[in-house]
């Protein structure tokens, strides 16, 4: 039997035109499609993408109806819906959300859509960095001490809005909240119970333009929040938040809070992570040393500074998820300990990179992938560098194949470290895919 608040749903939507802004391939775009047409309503998925791209979503809603308009946006698909939900990373300056807002239709986000209606108690995750992992962090160390927790937002291969069939008021859900998503939390004037900013740089302003306007879609993670609520954020923004009035409690951390040396998870910005798990563990009123060593015992995940292989003295590190310079400073910290051959470049997001190239000088050789980023530091790497640095790939497998080379010849301990600093589109679906396509040429080596 239906859920109450299924059954509000179903009253206000059966029969409506709901229009989804962004299929997308990281299920997001299908779970909002799969929950729709379940309560009856009359759904159509727009995308600039093909169906020859889109495939793989597409199969996955085969057995539901709805509507297809791709390869572009048309006009009266928006102007003539009744909602309109819209992917993270679609603008909200789109000409058709203008339009549609002009006729007074309701545009939603599936995230501050679901948050809305959540009867659970929420705990919110942002950052530019880390903001994964410490997800990961927190669900790992409460989800085996307390009810029913879940995890959801920004997960690739999750449905958010799904878990309003289940999710319960005594339940936990822990939300991933991307700079994107945020922007909904603040057009609905909602912040998380619990919210947590892991630290704060440059990123995306190939979007925003202006770093304030991204870090304004970011605040929405504590903005609304009320007296009762917590805001768990980094030492390094205390500037950033005094200077905004909070109406919640406010914690702060650094890596100096979290001293237990970390099992599986290296570098000092993992101990930050760990730090502000750990905040929220007590806030939930856990055991301090046991919810240490349940984050002690966290393996991390996928494509951040993962070691995927050795090979005699070589050592394949996976850190496709860096998007950002500021990332590959972080990873050739971690990694300093040995020699580094580095694999760099791609799209650019149009941030600074002065840190970057100042750091690239740890790095003993650097390997080099075409892409908008690239042609931005080329010109200093080649001045800076020459002697270590290649020409740009259009190939992954033949830049790890040069980087598998250079490591083999230095007859000593020595990361192939892939740290792109950029985004993936240029050769990529995603730095998912970028990350997969990385594993694959490896383990063929």
């Not at 791209?53 to 819906?81: C, P, W």
């Amino acid at each position: 039997m239906d859920n109450p608040l299924i059954q509000k749903l179903k009253h206000q939507f059966a029969g409506k035109k709901i229009l989804i802004v962004g299929l997308g391939l990281q299920g997001g775009g299908v779970g909002l499609v799969k929950f729709f047409s379940e309560l009856g309503a009359q759904v159509t998925a727009t995308d600039l993408k093909s169906k020859k791209q889109l495939v793989q979503s597409i199969e996955a809603l085969k057995s539901h109806q709805v509507s297809y308009s791709l390869n572009g946006h048309r006009m009266d698909d928006f102007v003539t819906a009744d909602y309109v939900f819209k992917g993270p990373s679609v603008p909200w300056d789109l000409p058709e959300l203008i339009a549609a807002e002009r006729k007074k239709i309701p545009i939603e986000m599936e995230t501050s859509f679901f948050a809305s209606l959540c009867p659970a108690l929420t705990v919110g995750i942002t950052g530019t960095r880390g903001k994964t992992t410490t997800a990961y962090m927190v669900y790992e160390s409460l989800r085996h001490t307390i009810g029913r927790v879940y995890l959801a937002g920004n997960i690739s291969g999750t449905s958010t809005i799904d878990l309003l069939y289940k999710v319960k008021k005594e339940d936990l859900v822990i939300l991933e909240l991307s700079s994107w998503q945020l922007s909904g939390f603040h057009r609905k004037k909602l912040s998380p119970h619990i919210s947590v900013f892991t630290n704060f740089y440059p990123d995306h302003l190939n979007y925003y333009q202006t770093e304030d306007k991204y870090f304004f879609d970011k605040s929405a993670i504590f903005a609304y929040q009320h007296k009762s609520d917590f805001l768990i954020a980094n030492y390094q923004l205390i500037n950033k938040i005094k200077n905004s009035n909070i109406d919640s409690t406010i914690r702060y951390f650094s890596a100096k809070d979290f001293l237990t040396p970390l099992t599986y998870l290296r570098g000092e910005h993992n101990q930050e992570n760990a730090a502000a798990a750990l905040l929220v563990n007590e806030l939930m009123g856990k055991d301090r040393e046991e919810a240490i060593r349940k984050i002690c015992a966290f393996k991390g995940l996928p494509f951040r500074q993962e070691i995927i292989g050795k090979k005699a003295e070589i050592i394949f590190v996976n850190d496709s998820t860096s998007t950002t310079p500021v990332s590959v400073v972080k990873a050739i910290d971690t990694f300093s300990d040995g020699k580094i051959v580095l694999i760099l470049g791609g799209n650019s997001k149009q941030l600074p990179f002065d840190n970057l190239i100042s750091k690239l000088k740890v790095a003993d050789y650097i390997v080099l992938l075409k892409g908008s980023f690239t042609d931005e530091i080329i010109n200093d790497l080649a001045e800076r560098f020459q002697t270590k640095i290649t020409q740009p790939y259009d190939r992954l497998d033949a830049a790890v194949r040069i980087a598998y080379k250079v490591a083999n010849s230095f007859n000593q301990k020595t990361y192939v470290l892939f740290s792109p600093g950029a985004t993936s589109f240029s050769m990529f679906n995603n730095e998912f895919d970028r990350g997969e396509q990385f594993n694959k040429i490896v383990n063929f080596l």
